[in-house]
C-alpha cells in the first residue's frame, strides 16, 4: 500500500541520484586526469602579457568593445566640457544680469532726479512769467505800449493774454493799429483749435 502511495518517487529519485553520481566522477576524473594542469600550462604559456592584464585585474577587451567604450569615454568628456561652458555663461549671465538691474535702478534714479528738475524749472518759468506780468501791468500804459510795440506778436499776446482785461486794454490802446491788430489776431486765434465740449 505504501507503493502505491507514490508510486513514480522512487523511479524518479532512482535516475537523478545516477546522473549526479556520473558527473561527479567526471569531474574527479578530469581533476586527476591532468586537465587543470593543462589549464595551468596554457595560462603560462600566454606569457607576460596575460601577467600584466592580471596584475592590473583586466582583460584585453574586443575591439569592438574597445571602440564603443573609447566613444563613450569621448562622449562623457564633451558633455563634461558642455556643462562647464554652461556653469560659466550662467554665472557670466548671472552677473550681466545684476549689473544691468543695477544700472536701471541708477536710470530710474536719474529719471526721477530729471522729473523733478523740470517741475522746479517749470515752476519757476511760471513764477517769472507771472512776475513779468504784474510788471507790465503795473507800469504806465504809454511805456508798456511802448515796450510791446518792439515785441514779436506772439510773445506779447502772451503777457496781454495773462494781464488783467483792463490793464490790457490800456496797452492796445496805446499801441500802433497795426501792431494792435496782429496781437489782436494772434489772441483771438489762441483757442480756435482748442476742442468744443
Avoid at 141 to 162: C, Q, S, V, W, Y
Avoid at 166 to 184: R, T
Wanted: proline share 5%.
Amino acid at each position: 500500500m505504501t507503493r502505491g502511495k507514490h508510486p513514480g518517487r522512487r523511479r524518479l529519485l532512482g535516475p537523478l541520484s545516477f546522473l549526479a553520481l556520473i558527473l561527479a566522477l567526471s569531474g574527479a576524473l578530469r581533476l586527476a586526469g591532468g586537465t587543470g594542469q593543462a589549464i595551468a600550462r596554457e595560462v603560462q604559456a600566454l606569457g607576460p602579457a596575460s601577467d600584466a592584464n592580471a596584475d592590473t585585474g583586466a582583460c584585453a577587451p574586443d575591439p569592438d568593445v574597445a571602440a564603443v567604450l573609447d566613444a563613450l569615454a569621448e562622449r562623457e568628456k564633451r558633455v563634461e566640457e558642455r556643462e562647464a561652458y554652461i556653469a560659466e555663461r550662467s554665472a557670466a549671465l548671472a552677473g550681466a544680469e545684476k549689473e544691468l538691474t543695477a544700472q536701471l535702478a541708477e536710470l530710474k534714479a536719474a529719471e526721477d532726479q530729471l522729473e523733478q528738475t523740470l517741475a522746479r524749472a517749470d515752476t519757476a518759468s511760471e513764477e517769472d512769467i507771472a512776475r513779468l506780468t504784474a510788471v507790465y501791468e503795473n507800469m504806465k500804459p504809454k511805456e508798456a505800449a511802448a515796450l510791446f510795440e518792439t515785441m514779436a506778436p506772439d510773445f506779447a499776446a502772451g503777457f496781454l493774454g495773462r494781464m488783467r482785461p483792463d490793464a490790457a486794454a490800456k496797452v492796445i490802446g496805446g499801441l500802433s493799429a497795426e501792431a494792435a491788430y496782429s496781437i489782436s489776431v494772434v489772441l483771438a486765434g489762441r483757442n480756435a483749435n482748442a476742442p468744443k465740449e
